[in-house]
């Protein structure tokens, strides 16, 4: 009871941590999204999130009015409570009466929260007869979609746009984090069984933290509707066992390293290039004295590039990549490594007021030259817990498996097993 008290008390300091992170200096909000932005975002709102396939939309500084004939008074705030969290909308106006097929405004304006429509402001000021008409979806207005119809000139939503601009760039990345990755950095804690024991170490109880995240500096759009991204990443992984009195610090990797990503579309390219380096924890070579003599010092660099492809309304997703080492130590490590996998991301099916509840689901694979290309498995599957399904913070409690060779440090020799519960959080 003890072990499981210390492991849950590590999870809990290491989420603190987390919290720390994310209300620090480490990711400022960028500059105010355009208004071709907070269109697109907001038709990738109705159309994925909500389930809503016929619908207008309209921008102007910042203003978002959408038009949805039939929807109940439930339904228009759900829709103002969803496209409200957009970064840089001001206020939502929501008409559940249906638009014009000719002419200029939708029939009846935006008129509070009486009827079938809704209005919130969120900072801005004016009347409602100052706000922009909606529009019928065969007119031509810039900011403009019809969710269903498809927006003017037939040219497909930008789902998958993040907001450009230089440091501070803002929450979210091209390439999205890999969900069941066990080295993949962002702050997350994990409580893991291992069973048999650890061949080496003997270890049964474990609590795995990871400090770290993506960072963009520079984010810019590219022709053929691209975008491009550059960064590093930074993380510190850590384990620690529950078994010894005072869960003792077994081993310290450090990863970082400067990355690229690029973006079409539901095509992803990562390209990156980072430093791990791996250190023995005090109390292991303390208790452990064999430890002394047996310690190696593991150190590479890995220059490794992955193409990620999400398809089916982004619910799934496909990656695979290959990775080189070098300069590395001992000098007799392994140099290629390939990596690949499959992610579901389901649909929220539940919400606390602007929260989604959404099933996730991961399968990540590996295969490392140094041992003869054998399969490293990791398996996850949970709830993901975010106010919008594909970008912004994201919070994750996950079951875990995990059967191949250690991923820490100096034991990646050893064939390991082990089921394990964590929690996860990405900017």
Request: charged residues 15%; neutral net charge.
């Amino acid at each position: 009871m003890n072990r499981v008290l210390r492991g849950v008390m590590c999870c809990a300091g290491a989420m603190v941590v987390g919290a720390a992170f994310a209300g620090g200096p480490i990711r400022p909000q960028a500059s105010t999204p355009s208004d071709s932005y907070i269109n697109g975002y907001a038709a990738a709102v109705l159309r994925y999130e909500l389930h809503i396939h016929h619908a207008t939309i309209v921008v102007r500084d910042g203003v978002v009015q959408v038009g949805a004939a039939g929807v109940s008074a439930q339904e228009a705030q759900r829709i103002e409570a969803a496209v409200r969290h957009v970064a840089g909308v001001r206020a939502v106006y929501v008409n559940a009466q249906a638009p014009r097929q000719e002419g200029g405004a939708a029939a009846g304006a935006p008129t509070g929260t009486n009827g079938a429509g809704t209005a919130a402001m969120t900072g801005a000021s004016g009347a409602n007869s100052e706000e922009p008409p909606l529009q019928a979806p065969n007119e031509k207005l810039a900011n403009v979609s019809f969710v269903g119809w498809g927006p003017p000139d037939n040219k497909p939503v930008p789902l998958y746009r993040e907001p450009t601009g230089a440091f501070p760039v803002g929450t979210g990345n091209l390439f999205a984090p890999l969900l069941a990755d066990p080295r993949w950095p962002g702050m997350a804690a994990s409580y893991q069984h291992f069973s048999p024991y650890h061949p080496i170490s003997g270890l049964k109880d474990v609590v795995q933290v990871s400090i770290g995240d993506t960072l963009p500096f520079l984010r810019a759009n590219l022709p053929w509707h691209m975008q491009i991204e550059t960064g590093m990443q930074a993380n510190v992984f850590a384990f620690f066992n529950m078994d010894t009195t005072h869960s003792d610090l077994q081993n310290t990797d450090y990863l970082v390293g400067g990355y690229a990503a690029l973006r079409r579309k539901n095509i992803s390219l990562l390209v990156r290039y980072y430093h791990q380096s791996s250190h023995l924890g005090d109390e292991l070579l303390l208790n452990e004295p064999q430890y002394q003599t047996l310690r190696q010092k593991i150190s590479y660099e890995e220059a490794n590039a992955i193409v990620s492809f999400d398809f089916y309304h982004r619910m799934f997703r496909v990656y695979g990549g290959v990775g080189y080492l070098r300069d590395v130590e001992p000098s007799n490590l392994g140099h290629w490594r390939f990596h690949y996998g499959a992610e579901f991301h389901g649909p929220a099916f539940a919400h606390s007021g602007s929260i989604g509840f959404s099933p996730v689901a991961g399968a990540d694979f590996k295969n490392w030259s140094q041992v003869n290309y054998d399969t490293e498995v990791s398996l996850r599957a949970g709830l993901q817990l975010s106010k919008h399904r594909f970008y912004g913070p994201q919070m994750q409690f996950l079951i875990e498996y995990y059967i191949g060779h250690d991923q820490n440090g100096q034991f990646f020799t050893d064939q390991v097993q082990f089921v394990g519960f964590g929690v996860h959080y990405y900017f």
